[in-house]
């Protein structure tokens, strides 16, 4: 048989520059398709490539790996909702997580050696993202109360499960003699300990904060991958270089998210954000409904109107309404802009990427340190689904979102709120927005609200 594993590595150099094409052509919106499609192809080549490998064993078993979770990918893909996308992320970044955590176990199993330590590193990062993003999954998902989850001591414990998981991997390395215990109970301990680090280190997050939660376990994955490929006894260099890759950019954003948040990682990860409420605050005025016929001759009349939009735009799939509402005004004359929050919805860029797909140009798109000193020159602003992206609470000492930049949208001349009942938003505090006097409340689905207020426009 003609050896072909000659090929491997100039095979995976190629796969790496497209690596880094397709993750350069992510980072603009017009541009990203494209860039995961360049990713992708990537990735099938490398794995193709893969099979070249001299003496390679259990053929059948991984082109059967391979069919069904390509196959469960595929169809998962094409059926989920936009609604439902952020579940899926956490759910694949949580995948791939685990498929690290998978591949230090074997590694462990065999030869320990000195790469091993970079196994056990890889282990306990790759099961961290696997079991965080699953509770990730299940708060998105509403299978748990999105709320922090908080008892006493919790930090202590916490710590606690830590130290015990590193401990049980050194132990797999040095196997001490004055321990009468083996690999066979340090390597499932060390798994079992670190997944349960993973559980215990996300219950406390809220739901507010899960794009940072994500986008921060979407680093963690890319770390272990890169791990694993450097504890082969021959570095797998496209898993080393496409982990790097995956773990900065991950990690880039998560700071940036952050950032955008005014707080700190350790903050988002050990802060347990909204899990208490404010004392003391009250609340002046009260919420003023309004009619669909009344807000399309608000907009008609208005110079410049402002669409914030958030994740009730997504639940109710209102971005081609939203677009069309847009373009009819547009034709008014009316000029018409949006501002984009960077964690509005519940994954880094939801909405662009839901504008986008309705066909709104990214030329409209204004982020929030460009939008904010617009506001008051505003006659409109619409907000379709957003709730703390746009709560002056943080403008005031005391409230839980103290300081965390948001669209400064009531200082608008009229801030027209589309919501489906008075609900406080994911992160669980009252918005003080709702109740000034510049504010007015059309309730209902987002989708139909916004289809009313098109039909009244076209009659005017």
Known sequence: MIDFAWLIDPVYIVTIFFFIIGMYRMSHPLTARSGIVWAGAAMLIATLATFLTANLNNIALMAIAIVIGGGFGYIAAKRVAMTGMPQMVALFNGMGGGAAAGISAVELLGTIDVTSSLAIIGGIIGAVSFAGSIIAFMKLQGWMRPRPVTFPGQQIVNTAVLVLAILSGAFIILTPAWLPLGIATYLPLFFVLSLLFGVLMTLPIGGADMPVVISMYNAFTGLAVALDGFSFATPNYAMVVAGIIVG????????????????????????????????????????????????????????????????????????????????????RGVTVKFAIHPVAGRMPGHMNVLLAEAGVAYDKLFDRDEINPEFAGTDVVLVIGANDTVNPASHRQGSPLYGMPVLDVEQAKNVIVLKRGQGRGFAGIENDLFYRDNTRLLYGDAQETVAKVVTALKKL
């Open 248 to 331: 900065a950019a991950g990690s880039l954003l998560t700071l940036q998210m952050a950032k955008a948040m005014n707080r700190s990682i350790t903050n988002v990860f050990f802060g347990a954000f909204g899990a208490t409420e404010e004392d003391g605050a009250t609340i002046q005025g009260s919420m003023k409904p309004i009619e669909a016929d009344d807000v399309a001759v608000m907009l008609a009349y208005a110079d410049k109107v402002v669409v914030a939009p958030g994740y009730g735009m997504a639940v109710a799939q209102a971005q081609q309404k939203v677009k069309e509402l847009a373009d009819l005004l547009e034709s």
